[in-house]
């Protein structure tokens, strides 16, 4: 090697070096316990013990999260230190052990939680999302509840006797459904936000799946589910579980927006592919969330694209129904009026026709004035 050789590769290295120094990793240890009582089942007892271990790890590595935030000035909230936090963490179990303790099991799960500051900047924009942050809560307010749950019924249970003991046990047995969902659902979320990716989502709903196989009344697993459905392609799929959700009444009035964006989407879609009317259900069901937040009135001209869909079926009377209430929200719109006088061309009603194509072309659709030029000279 030539001398000159030796500085530059003796650079690259250094770099390389320096590169891997910067890549901090911060492994944290914490344990978990849980006791099993009547009617609970050995699995979800192992399961929440190692909740117990997530969440003592989740408090650590916030600590951590919070302090590297502050050296790199990323300005982070409370609640988007712990959604990092849990975004970051990679586990594994350690040890684990089950003793008897008096006539139930006590369960004990010790836990390694690594962070990794290589993907802190990444996760951090994504915790910034206030969806995040409530989809976070959301999941650990379910488990907080599980456990409020099942403690009250174990304590029913020592004082319960014959039919209402197995009353009791029942509920027990619900409980630990829910929460067995609860563990899918975060698990489904997990994979949605970690790559934007087929076969992520392909997990996802997969997860979403089991969850409701366990607990079929969870509404925010139908909505996950619809929109990774979405990101695959699978319309009718997607548009299933939206009218799952609806049907469970999830928050509509809450959500009034996003279900008018979802059904106002699948019915341009269907349109887009002309299947005009397959179309005709999702923009109907989009029409009932369409007072929701007036701003998207004029964007997303519900009527216009609905007509349309009449005009292509041949049904240009409805079509006109809705072309009127569409230029009642955009007077105007040289659209509305050239497709006004091709409904009223295929009524044969060239008055009425010649009307709206004059109107079109005065203001400003180029295709209305040839209408004008070619038919009605």
Same mark, same amino acid.
């Given at each position: 090697?030539?001398?000159?050789?030796?500085?530059?590769?003796?650079?690259?290295?250094?770099?390389?070096?320096?590169?891997?120094?910067?890549?901090?990793?911060?492994?944290?240890?914490?344990?978990?316990?849980?006791?099993?009582?009547?009617?609970?089942?050995?699995?979800?007892?192992?399961?929440?013990?190692?909740?117990?271990?997530?969440?003592?790890?989740?408090?650590?590595?916030?600590?951590?999260?919070?302090?590297?935030?502050?050296?790199? $000035?990323?300005?982070?909230?409370?609640?988007?230190?712990?959604?990092?936090?849990?975004?970051?963490?990679?586990?594994?179990?350690?040890?684990?052990?089950?003793?008897?303790?008096?006539?139930?099991?006590?369960?004990?799960?010790?836990?390694?939680?690594?962070?990794?500051?290589?993907?802190?900047?990444?996760?951090?924009?994504?915790?910034?999302?206030?969806?995040?942050?409530?989809?976070?809560?959301?999941?650990?307010?379910?488990?907080?509840?599980?456990?409020?749950?099942?403690?009250?019924?174990?304590?029913?249970?020592?004082?319960?006797?014959?039919?209402?003991?197995?009353?009791?046990?029942?509920?027990?047995?619900?409980?630990?459904?829910?929460?067995?969902? $609860?563990?899918?659902?975060?698990?489904?979320?997990?994979?949605?936000?970690?790559?934007?990716?087929?076969?992520?989502?392909?997990?996802?709903?997969?997860?979403?799946?089991?969850?409701?196989?366990?607990?079929?009344?969870?509404?925010?697993?139908?909505?996950?589910?619809?929109?990774?459905?979405?990101?695959?392609?699978?319309?009718?799929?997607?548009?299933?579980?939206?009218?799952?959700?609806?049907?469970?009444?999830?928050?509509?009035?809450?959500?009034?927006?996003?279900?008018?964006?979802?059904?106002?989407?699948?019915?341009?879609?269907?349109?887009?592919?002309?299947?005009?009317?397959?179309?005709?259900?999702?923009?109907?069901?989009?029409?009932?969330?369409?007072?929701?937040?007036?701003?998207?009135?004029?964007?997303?001209?519900?009527?216009?694209?609905?007509?349309?869909?009449?005009?292509?079926?041949?049904?240009?009377?409805?079509?006109?129904?809705?072309?009127?209430?569409?230029?009642?929200?955009?007077?105007?719109?040289?659209?509305?009026?050239?497709?006004?006088?091709?409904?009223?061309?295929?009524?044969?009603?060239?008055?009425?026709?010649?009307?709206?194509?004059?109107?079109?072309?005065?203001?400003?659709?180029?295709?209305?004035?040839?209408?004008?030029?070619?038919?009605?000279?």
């Amino acid at each position: 090697m030539k001398p000159n050789a030796i500085f530059p590769l003796t650079i690259i290295v250094f770099l390389l070096f320096c590169a891997v120094g910067f890549a901090e990793v911060k492994e944290i240890i914490s344990e978990g316990t849980y006791n099993m009582g009547d009617g609970e089942t050995p699995g979800v007892t192992e399961s929440r013990a190692l909740l117990n271990a997530k969440r003592a790890a989740i408090e650590q590595a916030g600590t951590y999260v919070e302090s590297y935030s502050k050296v790199k $000035n990323l300005q982070l909230t409370e609640d988007e230190i712990k959604v990092m936090a849990s975004g970051l963490m990679e586990v594994t179990t350690v040890d684990k052990k089950r003793t008897v303790v008096g006539d139930g099991f006590h369960f004990w799960v010790k836990i390694k939680a690594r962070v990794n500051s290589d993907k802190m900047e990444e996760v951090a924009g994504k915790a910034k999302d206030k969806s995040a942050i409530e989809d976070f809560k959301r999941i650990q307010a379910a488990y907080d509840k599980s456990q409020r749950d099942i403690e009250e019924l174990k304590k029913q249970l020592l004082l319960a006797k014959g039919d209402q003991k197995k009353e009791i046990e029942k509920k027990i047995s619900d409980d630990e459904k829910r929460f067995q969902a $609860n563990e899918w659902i975060e698990k489904g979320k997990r994979a949605t936000h970690a790559l934007s990716e087929r076969s992520e989502y392909l997990k996802a709903i997969e997860a979403f799946t089991s969850a409701l196989a366990l607990d079929p009344t969870r509404c925010d697993a139908y909505g996950e589910r619809a929109i990774d459905y979405q990101r695959i392609g699978e319309l009718e799929k997607y548009k299933e579980d939206l009218d799952k959700s609806l049907a469970l009444k999830c928050s509509v009035e809450a959500k009034g927006d996003t279900y008018f964006y979802a059904y106002f989407a699948i019915g341009k879609d269907y349109f887009d592919k002309k299947r005009y009317y397959d179309a005709l259900e999702p923009f109907n069901k989009a029409e009932r969330f369409y007072d929701h937040r007036g701003v998207y009135r004029t964007s997303d001209p519900l009527y216009t694209w609905r007509g349309l869909a009449y005009q292509r079926l041949g049904q240009y009377d409805r079509s006109l129904k809705d072309f009127e209430k569409a230029l009642a929200i955009d007077p105007g719109n040289s659209l509305i009026f050239t497709t006004m006088g091709s409904s009223y061309f295929g009524l044969e009603n060239k008055r009425q026709a010649r009307v709206y194509f004059e109107k079109g072309c005065t203001a400003g659709n180029d295709y209305a004035c040839r209408v004008l030029r070619d038919h009605f000279r």
